[in-house]
């Protein structure tokens, strides 16, 4: 199965001055997400910004998806952030995330 990134839009980086994908991932059924969890792996290693959407996932499996990415994006030289429950951003090198006021963004 080939991932298309049809859920895949630009966006531009203000500290690096230059656009970067984000892809948006929200499996809705058991069997999708390995898939998605490989679709993932794969936008951030070519430095594509991923949201995953656990909103559909139990909390066991959803706690090993998530350590799987947060391992992936911290060995890639990324970093990621919580938006809200169950919502995650992860980034790859090339992108900073900054909260306002400078508050580095919480992931837990």
């Known amino acids: 199965m080939t991932f298309d990134y049809t859920n895949s839009f ?5 500290y690096n001055n230059k656009k970067f994908d984000i892809v948006v991932l ?7 997400i390995e ?3 490989m679709q993932s792996l794969d936008a951030l290693r070519i430095n594509k910004a991923v949201v ?5 996932i139990d909390y066991p499996l959803a706690q090993r998806i998530l350590d799987s990415l ?3 994006t911290y060995a890639l030289g990324g970093d990621k952030t919580c938006i809200r429950e169950k919502l995650y951003f992860f980034v790859p090198k090339t992108v900073k995330l900054q909260a306002p006021n400078n508050e580095t963004p919480s992931f837990f």
């Open 10 to 14: 630009y966006n531009y980086d203000q």
């Open 26 to 32: 929200k499996p809705l059924k058991e069997e999708e």
């Open 35 to 37: 898939y998605y969890l």
């Open 52 to 56: 995953f959407n656990f909103e559909h």
């Open 70 to 72: 947060a391992g992936a």
